[in-house]
């Protein structure tokens, strides 16, 4: 009933527009976001949508042997497109038609669940980069061995020949957008490990927002950022330097901090744009936000724990 | 990560709103319910193990070879089973030939999770020498027309391949037991697969719309479709595979209802994949009978030119058997029958398990089916066993693998059957005896005379009833 140990890091790739680290216990993936721009295969162009592509690699030295030629083989075949057409549901396409956005996930240490922190890899990538989405995508992992429902399987349980169910949700909505099931379950059962996986699923999508408020509030030098957001049903509100910024009445990164995450916003957009404004309004909004930093760092970084 | 756009037929507008509306008032273009399946048909061919499946106008093939390798290291007693699958360009304009593309990957990997990791074929018996040989069973799936729901109708002609396919049998020789000797299906009758239960796969398509859900969308819907959902159930009721790889996001209660339908689906479709299969095998063993008629001269003639390896062994065995049948009839069970041809047969060097397997077999073949080189057997043919004669080219191969190895599906009809055919079988077998013995001289005459074949064909169909 409990997950492994999850530990996320935003802006690993420098090059990259948005770049994450995610770890569930021993699995750790590297995912690496470029775009939107221009799409590289003319022919490929959507007059409509944005193109996206992912691919999903393993690193020879992630599992316990070395392996080889892994690249083009069938399973990151399948896998590239599963995690694309799950990213591809909560980005927002239609506001980058002719445009194309890249996913790059590499995996540097397997041991179970590398699916599912794939997912909740590209999602903070993606949100670093500040495309805009519809909702967050979190995944997680259950099974089901001896007649218990378990939580984030390691690789050891994976193969020990019980199911293994892999979900992604988008937590807002409450939508279940990847399922992924292997082995024999009843219907029953079935219905058990996938409630168990779905509030796994929004364990991270916890995390994820806490790490992301972390990020913004603490790297307010990295230009590029984004909020995760809820505004009305459908649409998600992404701040996004030298673009467009936009903020909100109800802007909520993280549940119970709201005022003060919609306070951090209006500040940051001050800061940026301040100085055209005079240095009087500038000052101040450079003070409060220093303020609402140390105030709020206090209660975000019990969450580790 | 390739999308071949350029090749992609693009759906108009138009066209993709009228789908749209229709299915806001539960209506599909083909007329279609919900969640009402196309018309399926299984056909099988002309091979053991090939089978082709239309599914409205989506037209797939399947064909399971089988081949003698190394297992995996870590899986030392368990042979193999993998699906290789190939878009044939002339199924759709948007597939290329060559590498296979994503959805190829994907349909062979839905497919190959449901089989595998369900085990729904058993591995176990296919393993002949532990660590160095077993049977890697491979299923190829064409695909010619696509008409949408390519993966369903892919899983049904696997399946009906799979329940279809024989495998040669093999037996252990040489020196120190360590030789596999393959057996032409001449000389013995190949074996069934063992398959425990039967993964339906079942294609939901979500529109964005009126979240609506329909079964087996055909190629328009599907360019329509928000997303996909694919569960592989069996018809206990057990899930052994879902795919949903992203797509239109839906609701956890909207996932367990489409479960329970295709509960209901796969049990249907299951039911009526048993009823092909089971006619086909039926269909089989009829024409096996027919068949066995002839080769005897065919064998006649093949041991005069010496070109049949085991003729002289033949010949050795018809002897044995003929003296073996009589006692066989008064003993009544095939058990006490084996151990007397065993004894005989001390020639080969045989595992004890593979002989009693072999023996059982061979007073198989000479019950239920004549084998080339029985004299005698084909006026036991004529006239004994007409009732249960299909059931028994059928059961022959599950009692025998009743007797060594695990249950099979397909026999569990049939043990009620074994005990009552076995009483009623011993009757028909005097008179046959009998009737064998008086005609003994005449059937190898009637061999060589055409005519005479045909009359005493005639004489088959005419106690056909009977």
């Not at chain 1, 057409?85 to 194309?100: A, G, K, V, W």
Request: net charge negative; charged share 25%.
């Amino acid at each position: 009933m409990v997950m492994r140990q999850i530990r996320a890091e935003i802006g690993v790739v420098a090059k990259a527009d948005g770049s994450a680290m995610f770890e569930m216990g021993n699995t750790k993936v590297v995912a690496a976001v470029y775009g939107p721009r221009e799409v590289q295969n003319r022919s490929q162009q959507l007059n409509a949508n944005a193109l996206v592509r992912c691919e999903y690699t393993m690193a020879n030295f992630s599992t316990g042997d070395r392996m080889r030629k892994l690249k083009g083989d069938r399973r990151s075949t399948e896998i590239s497109l599963v995690i694309r057409q799950t990213m591809e549901e909560c980005i927002l396409t239609n506001l980058m038609p002719r445009s194309q956005i890249d996913i790059f996930v590499q995996v540097v240490q397997a041991d179970g669940g590398t699916l599912s922190a794939c997912i909740n890899a590209a999602t903070l990538a993606l949100a670093n980069a500040g495309i805009p989405m519809r909702d967050i995508v979190t995944s997680c992992s259950a099974g089901y061995l001896n007649s218990t429902p378990l939580l984030d399987l390691n690789y050891i349980e994976d193969s020990a020949g019980g199911a293994d169910v892999t979900l992604g949700i988008m937590p807002k909505l409450d939508k279940v957008t990847l399922l992924q099931m292997d082995a024999k379950l009843s219907l029953d059962t079935f219905e058990n490990v996938m409630q168990l996986a779905i509030e796994g699923c929004k364990a991270v999508a916890d995390y994820i927002r806490e790490v992301s408020a972390f990020h913004f509030l603490f790297f307010f030098s990295n230009d590029k950022l984004s909020i995760v957001d809820h505004v009305d049903e459908h649409c998600l509100l992404s701040t996004y330097d030298g673009y467009y910024w936009r903020t909100q009445s109800n802007c909520s990164i993280v549940e119970e901090h709201s005022f003060i995450a919609w306070l951090a916003t209006l500040c940051r957009c001050g800061v940026l744009y301040g100085s055209k404004l005079g240095s009087g309004p500038h000052l101040v909004a450079v003070l409060l936000f220093w303020i609402l930093k140390i105030v709020t760092w206090r209660k975000l970084v019990n969450f580790n724990d | 990560m390739e999308q071949r756009m350029a090749n992609t037929w693009r759906m108009t507008v138009n066209e993709k709103k009228f789908i749209e509306t229709a299915l806001e008032s539960g209506l599909r273009i083909d007329g279609r319910r919900p969640f009402d399946y196309r018309k399926l048909e299984i056909k099988f061919g002309k091979d053991e193990g090939s089978a082709e499946v239309h599914l409205g106008q989506t037209h797939v093939m399947a064909f399971v070879t089988a081949q003698l390798v190394q297992p995996y290291r870590d899986r030392p007693n368990d042979g193999t089973l993998s699906i290789f699958t190939e878009f044939s360009p002339m199924a759709d304009p948007s597939f290329e030939p060559g590498r296979p593309g994503e959805s190829a990957v994907e349909l062979g990997r839905v497919i190959d999770r449901g089989l595998r990791e369900s085990r729904a074929v058993d591995t176990e018996s296919l393993c002949i020498l532990s660590g160095k040989l077993v049977w890697a069973i491979r299923v190829d799936l064409h695909i010619l027309d696509n008409g949408g729901n390519l993966i369903d109708a892919a899983n049904i002609a696997a399946l009906a391949g799979l329940l279809t396919f024989r495998r040669p049998e093999c037996s252990l020789g040489g020196e120190n037991g360590q030789e596999v000797i393959i057996h032409p299906p001449e000389e013995r009758e190949p074996l069934h697969l063992i398959v425990h239960h039967l993964p339906i796969a079942v294609t939901f398509a979500f529109f964005s719309y009126e979240s609506s859900v329909v079964i087996d969308p055909t190629h328009h819907e599907e360019a329509v479709m928000g997303g996909r959902m694919t569960a592989t159930l069996n018809s206990n009721g057990d899930v052994c595979a879902i795919q949903k790889a992203g797509g239109e996001a839906i609701l956890q209660g909207v996932i367990m209802q489409c479960l329970r339908i295709a509960a209901a689906k796969a049990g249907a479709i299951s039911d009526m994949i048993k009823k092909e299969v089971d006619s086909y095998n039926t269909k089989r063993a009829l024409l096996k009978i027919k068949r066995h008629s002839t080769p005897r001269d065919v064998d006649r003639g093949a041991s005069d030119i010496g070109l049949k390896q085991n003729s002289s062994v033949d010949q050795m065995r018809v002897d044995e058997f003929s003296g073996h049948h009589v006692q066989r009839i008064k003993q009544e069970c095939e058990e006490g029958i084996a151990k007397q041809s065993r004894d005989v047969e001390s020639e080969t060097k045989l595992s004890d398990k593979t002989q009693t397997n072999r023996s059982n077999e061979d007073t198989k073949n000479f019950i239920g089916g004549p084998s080339s080189w029985d004299p005698y057997s084909v006026g036991v043919d004529s006239d004994s066993l007409k009732a249960s004669l299909a059931s028994q080219g059928m059961q022959m191969p599950i009692e025998k693998q009743k007797d060594s190895k695990g249950e099979e599906t397909r026999s569990e009809a049939k043990p009620e059957d074994a005990p009552e055919n076995n009483n009623p079988k011993t009757s028909p077998l005097r008179e046959a005896e009998s009737a064998e013995r008086a005609n003994g001289e005449k059937t190898l005459k009637d061999a060589v005379k055409a005519k005479n074949r045909k009359s005493r064909r005639k004489s088959h169909s005419s106690s056909g009833p009977s």
